[in-house]
């Protein structure tokens, strides 16, 4: 079963690869939520806390993965050279 939970901890990790890849060679971040990806940042610290009180090292590791990932995608988005917040008008005036 322990098995199960790394590979998840790998699909974790896979999964922040294209954004980060993206967002590296293109210096793009058209359409980034930055307050989602903050919220993320606040989840993972207070996950990442509470499996290290509870002794769980492998969900450990992957909030460690995530809080890695999550912070270097915000790095990324700060030193983009295009990147407009997503700004919805339902009426033009």
């Known amino acids: 079963m322990e098995m199960l939970g790394w590979a998840g901890t790998a ?7 294209p954004q980060i890849r993206h967002l590296y060679s ?21 996950l990442l806390s509470y499996c290290i009180f509870q002794h ?11 809080l890695a ?5 915000l790095i990324l988005v700060g030193r983009s050279t ?3 917040p997503i700004i919805v008008s339902w009426t033009k005036q």
């Open 11 to 17: 699909l974790v990790i896979v999964a922040y690869v």
């Open 26 to 46: 293109e210096k793009c971040a058209w359409g980034m939520s930055v307050s989602t990806w903050v919220i993320w940042l606040v989840a993972s610290v207070l």
């Open 69 to 73: 990932a999550i912070m270097t995608t």
């Open 82 to 84: 295009i990147y407009v």
């Open 56 to 66: 769980q090292g492998l969900l450990g590791v992957v909030q460690g993965a995530n």
